[in-house]
Each structure stands twice: as C-alpha cells, then as structure tokens.
C-alpha cells in the first residue's frame, strides 16, 4: 500500500500525459495500467501500428504507380505480410518502451493490474489498495458493435480494429460496417494491399459531422483508390461461416434487404467509454445517458476528488483531446487555471490523401445564421504537390463575412494532418484570414496551398 498526491488510472494518451504532467509539477504520482504494456489503445491496438500499415501500404502503392513516372524502373514489390505485422509491432515497442522510460525519467509509480475504485481516495490494484488525494479515470474507450444488430465478433473473421491490425493474412475481400475514420483507413490499408474493400454506411455520406464538400470529394478519391461505398444501409446481421462472413442490410430509401460475404467483416461503428470492472456504479459515480462518466467544466465527477478526461467523458474521441485534458487537470490539482479550448481541436484522417478540419464547418455556420466567406485553393495549383503527384484535395478557410476572422478550416491533400496546425495556431490567437495570407510561405512547400485559400478569402490566389 503507498499512498500518492495523484493515481491515475489508464495509460493511453491521456492518462500518460497526465502523470507527466502531474510528476512535473511536484506531485507524487502512480499510475495505473493492466496490459503488460503502457500507451493504452493508441500506442498499443489504435492510432500507432494503424499508422505504420497506412505508411507501408502507401510506399507499395507508390511502388506500383508512381516510381516508373519518375524514372525508378523495378520488379513489382511483393508484400511479405509476416515481415510488415512485425514492422508495425516493433514501431509499437519503440512508442510504449518510450513511455516506460518517460515514467521512470519523472519517477512515476506504475502499479502493474487493473485497477478499481472501492471507495473515494482509495484505488485498488490486484490485492493491493492505495490511498490518494485525488483520483484520475483515463480508462480510455472500446470498440462498439453495430446498434440494434446480430453481431458476433470472434477477431478472425469479424473483428473489431484490433483483429484488423494482426489478421493471418491478406483478406481477398472484406466489408466495413461504418464510413468513419476508423473504417476508411484500415479499409484503405488493404484495399492498397490488393483486398477487395466495401465500405457500408448508415448515413447517406461517409465521415459524419466533416463538412459536406470535403466528405463527397473525399468518397469520390477513394472510389478511384478501388473502395466501393454503399450508403444509407442498416446492418441487421453479421453471420460467421467457416472461412468468411455474410452481411445483411436494408437500404433505408426503400426497405429492401440485401447480402454481402466477404473473407473478413470489419465492424468500425464507434467505441465506448470502458469503465467496466472500475466499480463506478458501488461508488454512485453519475453516467451520462451515452454511458460516459459526467463531469463538471473541471472534470470533477459526482464524487469529491475523482477526476475523470479523454475518451470517458463527453466530446471527441481523440487523443489529442485527451492529452490536453490531461495536462489542464494535472495543471488544476497543482494550483493552477488552465484551460482548454474546444474549439480548437483539429481532426485527422490518414488515408492518401489526408483529411483535417478544425472549427466549423459551413452547415454549422448556416445553420447558426453566422456569415461567413469562402477562400479555397486547390492542390492542382501547388507546384510541389504537383512534381509528388499529390495535386489531388483543396484547402478550404471559412472565415467571418465582417471581422474576417477565421472560423473554420477544412482540407483534403498531401500532409494536410501538419497543414492544419496553422489554422489552428492561428485561431487560437484569433487570426484573421489576411493574417495567414500576409506571412511568408517558403517556396515550393504544401503549405503555399494554406496561404492561397488565405488570399482567396479577400481579393483572390495568385496561382488560380
């Protein structure tokens, strides 16, 4: 038994950061974590190895279209699936070895177990209870399955993004239950490795909540890349045969039932709050109706000294997201006033191209009766994204029809993941469209393409 300023339960990208940041501000601090690994989903089963395969399958597909344009004549590459899986685990090992040592580097106790709360101030791990001024849920989320459908998911034939990344072999055909972010990269993944890719969406348009212009120009790229859509379908059922699996759905336009089998059905419908075994319901610990633990605007819970950040409480499941609140909260408990700002939070796709948003999109701006301009710019008028055969997406900055000060951004192109940051720097100092349109762009860069959609936003580009 030890007793600790802070224990924080979880080790993904928020519960990590949170413990750093607490150890650096002088608080004693623990951690804990039941895989024999630190990093939570992210580091260990999400957003680490998914993009490992989304960079080695974008090298084979440059391979294979691109590198004769450029003069580089070869035999076709062929894929060592066993090599790749073992590329993407030590990419894993090197990211979650590297947070052990940040743990020992701030002298931050990992109490090795999964943990439980059985009273306020008290985390239980194995046998073993410590005591704490203040505790901190970080427990992450898990995947969903489809709502209201016979599922049975066994991670060999219907899996989860789990199974997705550590699948025997190259599927020859697989269908994604949901157009999400989850889904179109992992399906973009093997639909580069040669797998026959079908995506299938509830909602008439993939990617719900991006702005409307991006989502379509988006399905449309990835139709070339060979994905097939079929959208405005219920997933009623997923049976399991001995090596592959049928999909039943309804079109939502007219009721009419259909079939679909595949080698491997991708279930990507979301994650949930994982709060199980945490002992929240003993403790009287207040859920939303989402099953999400409710916090104040300091992420205090309904029990006094329990802290709750990330993919457990409301707001976007990002890692990102949780990092922030991670910090703001260690940064709280030591005395300070942070603060973050929900209206900054970028989000990321990892397919080729890339897709970023951050702030508000133009339904949301209509809806609101705010107006605004337009300034877009496409990559085919970008000299480096044209000589990297990258010319494909546009940048688009929505900003104030008065003030000029920007609203939103939303982009579709190469690196647009990094692009973003711009935006969002700049709205975090609450720029004007004309503040990114006057600063210096270093030539020929990507990024020339943000100045651009800058520039359209008063009197127009210069290379459109």
Known sequence: ?????????????????????????????????????????????GCIPSKALLHASHQLHEAEHNFAKMGLVAEKPAVDWEKMLAYKTDVIGQNTQGIEFLFKKNKIDWLKGWGSIPAA?????????????????????????????????????VVTSTGALELEKIPGSMVVVGGGVIGLELGSVYARLGTKVTVVEFLDAITPGQDAEIARTFQRTLKKQGLRFITGAAVSQVATGKNSATVTYSLRKDDSVHEIEADTVLVATGRKPFVEGLGLDALGLKLSPRGQIATDGHYATSVPGIYAIGDVIDGPMLAHKAEDEGMAVAEMLAGQKPHVNYDVIPGV????????????????????????????????????????????????????????????????????????????????????????????????????????????????????
């Open 349 to 464: 796709i990892y397919t080729h191209p890339e897709v970023a948003s951050v702030g508000k999109t133009e339904e949301q701006l209509k809806e609101a009766g705010h107006a605004y301009k337009v300034g877009k710019f496409s990559f085919m008028g970008n000299g480096r994204a044209k000589a990297n055969f990258a010319a494909d997406g546009f940048v688009k900055i929505l900003a104030d029809a008065k003030t000029d000060r920007i609203l939103g951004a939303h982009m579709i192109g190469p690196m647009v993941g990094d692009l973003i940051h711009e935006i969002c720097v700049g709205m975090e100092f609450g720029a004007a469209a004309e503040d990114i349109a006057r600063t210096c762009h270093a030539h020929p860069t990507y990024s020339e393409a943000v100045r651009e959609a800058a520039l359209a936003c008063g009197d127009g580009p210069i290379h459109s």
């Open 1 to 45: 038994m030890a007793n600790y300023d802070v224990i924080v339960i979880g080790s993904g990208p928020g519960g990590y950061v949170c413990a750093i940041r607490c150890a650096q501000l002088g608080l004693k601090t623990a951690c804990v974590e039941g895989r024999e690994t630190l990093g939570g989903t992210c580091l260990n089963v």
């Open 121 to 157: 101030g008290q985390v239980k791990v194995g046998e073993d209870v410590h005591t704490a001024k203040h505790i901190v849920i970080a427990s992450g989320s898990e995947s969903a399955s489809i709502p209201g459908a016979d599922v049975s998911i066994d991670e060999k034939i």
